[in-house]
């Protein structure tokens, strides 16, 4: 893992990202040198490696790890964290996205934050990268199925960009829009969703440090299958809340529709706090198998109230959690 972690708090350049066969070329190149074996290996040999290595898709991704969200669990592989995936834009099964999703063209690349904001805004990527910090976090993330990883992502808190548009006094909700392209996404043509893929926060959750703008997983710019180039992780809400390829924020006064209530409100609510004590209507969600380490039907662990995430609990005071499922 190619990660730099650094102590002092300066934010690393977008110019500092390589696209991880560069970095390995050069390095390889550095440590050639240092043997006295470069000779051998012509300078157009080096420079056809490093013009291949630009079509590479993989690119490191700076990040500081913070401390605050670490997790002293067993991270998933890289392998299953890329090769098992729900992203229904790219098909239904959960191998699907890992072999189609390479049709995703993730540059040039805009997010538009509009609706009850002050100050409507594009960003490109690099703003994007630019914005806030990136930071390493270690997440739980609980899929409604019943499994769950633990993923290290890359990215920053949402309320970093919410900040900078000045949400109105009118903005109650936050609703992120998916890419909806059939020419890239096979899986558009077909009507299992509601396409755009939407989901939706209320404000204060959106607000929450919990909630990851997220740019990145293990080093790297985010693989298409995980929803590059930006996508959301809100670790104590069931993993469809966490919207992939997001081209779209839109802070609205009213909740916003999401897909999977259109598709299926008795099923899954707006909110989708994981929540042990509330059933999914056709199996339990009282516990889960940690991808990777369970065998493939054994659920070994208890699942957690907000996936462990505690803090959270202060944003649902009041409220009933087996109606607001
Ligand atoms: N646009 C979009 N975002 C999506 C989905 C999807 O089908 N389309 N699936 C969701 C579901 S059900 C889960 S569990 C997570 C999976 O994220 P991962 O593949 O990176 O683990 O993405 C969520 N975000
Ligand atoms: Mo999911």
Redesign the pocket.
């Known amino acids: 893992m190619l990660i730099k972690k650094s102590s002092d708090s300066h934010p690393i350049a977008p110019s500092e990202i390589t696209p991880k066969e560069i970095f390995e070329e050069r390095r390889r190149f550095i440590q050639r040198m240092a043997l006295g074996s470069v000779a051998g290996t012509s300078l157009w040999e080096m420079s056809q490696r490093e013009a291949f290595a630009q079509n590479s898709s993989a690119q490191k991704l700076n990040a500081i790890s913070n401390p605050a969200y670490h997790l002293d669990e067993k991270k998933t592989s890289y392998k299953d ?1 890329t090769s ?6 790219f098909g239904t099964d959960k191998g699907d ?1 890992a072999v189609n999703a390479h049709t995703l063209k993730t540059r040039p690349w805009t997010i538009k934050i509009e609706g009850e904001v002050k100050k409507v805004v594009t960003l490109d990527l690099d703003s994007l990268l630019k914005l806030a910090p990136l930071e390493e976090r270690i997440y739980r ?1 609980r ?3 019943g499994w769950s ?1 633990v ?1 290290p992502w890359i990215g920053y808190s949402l309320s970093a960009l919410l900040k900078k548009v000045e949400p109105t006094a009118n903005a109650k909700y936050v609703e992120f829009i ?2 909806a392209d059939n020419k890239q996404m096979p899986g558009v043509g077909y009507p299992v ?1 509601q396409w ?2 939407t ?1 939706g926060l209320r404000m204060d959750e959106a607000m929450h440090p919990l909630t990851l703008l997220t740019l990145g ?1 293990y080093g790297e710019v985010l693989p298409n ?3 590059a180039p930006v ?1 959301l992780v809100v670790p104590w809400k ?8 997001i081209v779209t924020i839109r802070l609205t006064k009213d909740q916003p529709r999401t ?2 209530n259109v598709a299926n409100a008795r099923e899954y609510g707006f909110y989708s706090n994981v929540n042990p004590e509330v059933d999914h209507p056709r199996w339990s969600q009282a516990s889960e198998r940690r991808i990777g380490e369970d065998g493939f039907l054994s659920r070994k662990r208890k699942t957690l109230m907000f996936n462990g995430y505690n803090e959270v609990a202060s944003l649902y005071v009041g409220m009933d959690l087996k109606k607001f499922y």
Do not use: I, T
């Not at 069931?238 to 992939?244: D, N, T």
């Open positions: 964290v098992y995936n729900n992203f229904y834009e996205p993330l899929c409604v199925e990883m993923v998916s890419l969703l755009p893929y989901e997983l299958q995980n929803g996508r069931y993993g469809f809340k966490s919207a992939k390829s897909s999977w």
